[in-house]
């Protein structure tokens, strides 16, 4: 068997553009992933650093920006349709096209082999396939920026009938909109073949040795995800292609009868607009776990590797991820509390919601377990792992407010949401990418990122997260609604205005911070120090076997063999506080 797959998966000598353009090596792919997603990372933030100059400074003009954007900003104001698009585009190319690309596409495509000790993916050129389909996405959701009409309004999550109705019920919702389905689309055929390559993979090409409970806890989270991603990415296709009728082909799938639009009475009739939010938070939430999880997995390997520690308690965090992923199928409901639903549905998916918490607290339990005695150094990766755990409780404990029906009739659509998803869905799973590129930079590319300006990114980024989110918690309970274009029009919100003021000015510091992380990124591709050894963070597993940086193949002539799990750390008379998988029974006294 490894014979034959050393034989499929042999690469023979590549020009440039075969080696690292249109590349099958899985590495190459997982770094393509993680460039395409720093670019649309890039426009994201953009994106919302517009929405917090809006917010901050709602009348105010600005004379430079009506110039480069004269629709946008006429009479050098920003357009309330802008503002909405901006809300739109960011929601989706943050959600979608960094979390879910870098963690699962980049980090996915360049662990799985390397961890599991193959010589590539089951399916090499599946996976390239996975990224460029990927890649047009990106180019199709970009574009949506700049068709006439503008980017959808619709929201990150497009509800019905707003988004199936096309141009009728606003100019961003004719080609804009069309657009946005189709990248969403096209990702998740993207998603699909990079699941159903990461499950075979896992299941078929482990290295001898390497039973299921020595694998390392990341590529526990990367095969529970994939096993998400293919139970969950079809609700959402099926559910954009439903839409897709409605807007073209006169379906009523979410367009009930009775709707006015130009003071014509529309001739659709029987669909729901609830049918598309049961659909969209079928997927949705999931999906929350499809970006968690991986995160959740790479945090445990780095926190355990710097901790020199095995993780407390391996098979709890097994069966604790395998629980989330079981339990995110049956909470959707907590995004729809004020939808309408029978207060007993409510309740049940309440008592789902607060259950899902259990699993979740197990995890902490256990990165405190990891802590707790443990002669921890601090390197920039450690660092960006703990922070990881910081954020994710944080965020994680309002989300039981939100959880609750009672309390989240109140607080449903205000900026306490915002906060919440902000702190559990983005910045924890961004701390825990920095902390995986800071730690497996010298496999990808033999050089080391620069320590000093890691931890200047890492004390800055921590600080500037908790003053942008922090204080949104306390304008969501005063009320402040989300996707607001101008709170000085409520006389209940001036009063809150300089928060406004203050997180919008502590988000342009938390934007600025991360050009250090970009530099610091691309100048050490070229210039940082060189990695002398293959194993320089003293870790266990079978990635630390291979050069710096792995060349195709990943292997010499023989796979590694496996003889213990993925964690031994200070074990009790070893010569040395770590011993790599690959070392036989009494060979670490050696």
């Not at 480069?68 to 929601?91: E, K, Q, W």
């Not at 090499?124 to 990106?138: D, E, G, H, I, R």
């Not at 003889?563 to 008379?573: E, K, L, N, T």
Request: hydrophobic share 55%; glycine share 10%; net charge neutral.
């Amino acid at each position: 068997m490894q014979v034959q797959h050393a034989t499929e998966h042999a690469h023979p000598q590549l020009g440039f553009w075969r080696k690292y353009v249109f590349s099958t090596d899985h590495k190459i792919i997982g770094i393509q992933y993680m460039i395409t997603a720093m670019a649309m990372a890039v426009v994201g933030g953009l994106l919302s650093m517009l929405m917090r100059l809006q917010l901050a400074w709602p009348s105010q003009q600005w004379p430079m920006l009506g110039k480069i954007l004269p629709v946008a900003f006429a009479g050098n104001i920003m357009d309330p349709g802008f503002y909405v698009s901006l809300v739109t585009m960011h929601g989706t190319i943050m959600v979608f096209f960094l979390f879910t690309a870098v963690l699962t596409g980049a980090f996915g495509n360049f662990l799985i082999p390397l961890q599991i000790g193959a010589r590539d993916m089951a399916f090499p050129f599946l996976n390239a396939l996975s990224y460029w389909v990927f890649l047009l996405s990106c180019i199709v959701i970009i574009s949506a920026l700049f068709v006439a009409g503008g980017a959808p309004l619709g929201g990150w999550t497009a509800y019905a009938p707003l988004s199936a109705l096309g141009e009728a019920s606003g100019p961003g919702e004719g080609a804009g909109m069309t657009l946005w389905i189709t990248a969403l689309g096209l990702f998740t055929i993207s998603g699909l073949m990079g699941g159903l390559n990461y499950v075979t993979t896992i299941l078929t090409m482990r290295t001898k040795g390497l039973s299921m409970m020595r694998l390392p806890l990341t590529q526990w989270s990367l095969l529970i995800t994939a096993i998400l991603g293919l139970l969950a990415f079809p609700v959402l296709l099926a559910a954009a292609i439903l839409l897709t009728f409605d807007r073209m082909g006169g379906t009523s799938f979410f367009i009930p009868s009775g709707i006015i639009m130009n003071n014509r009475l529309l001739g659709n009739s029987g669909g729901h607009p609830l049918l598309w939010q049961h659909l969209f938070w079928f997927f949705g939430h999931p999906e929350v776990y499809i970006v968690i999880l991986p995160a959740m997995g790479m945090a445990s390997d780095i926190l355990s590797t710097f901790c020199r520690k095995p993780i407390f308690s391996y098979k709890m965090m097994v069966y604790s991820m395998a629980s989330i992923a079981g339990l995110s199928f049956i909470v959707w409901g907590n995004h729809m509390f004020v939808s309408g639903m029978s207060p007993f549905l409510g309740s049940v998916f309440t008592m789902t919601t607060l259950v899902i918490a259990v699993p979740s607290a197990v995890k902490t339990f256990n990165w405190l377990g990891t802590v707790w005695g443990a002669r921890i150094r601090f390197t920039t990766a450690s660092l960006f792992s703990i922070g990881f755990i910081s954020v994710f409780v944080s965020g994680g404990l309002s989300g039981i407010f939100l959880g609750s029906s009672a309390a989240d009739i109140y607080l449903q659509d205000t900026y306490f949401v915002v906060a919440h998803f902000h702190l559990v869905m983005a910045i924890a799973p961004l701390f825990a990418a920095f902390a995986g590129i800071y730690y497996w930079f010298p496999k990808m590319f033999g050089r080391f990122m620069n320590e000093f300006l890691g931890k200047v990114h890492f004390w800055a980024s921590l600080i500037g997260v908790y003053a942008v989110f922090f204080p949104m918690h306390i304008l969501g309970i005063t009320g402040h609604m989300r996707r607001i274009y101008d709170p000085l029009f409520y006389e209940f919100l001036k009063p809150d205005q300089a928060m406004n003021v203050f997180v919008s000015v502590s988000a342009f510091a938390l934007a600025a911070v991360q050009l250090i992380f970009l530099a610091n990124f691309f100048i050490s591709i070229f210039a940082g120090k060189k990695v002398n050894e293959n194993n320089p963070w003293h870790a266990t597993t079978l990635e630390w076997e291979t050069p710096c940086p792995t060349g195709h193949g990943n292997f010499g002539d023989e796979l590694p063999v496996v003889h213990r799990w993925a964690f031994d750390y200070s074990v009790p008379g070893a010569k040395n506080d770590f011993v790599p998988q690959t070392v036989p029974p009494g060979g670490e006294k050696v």
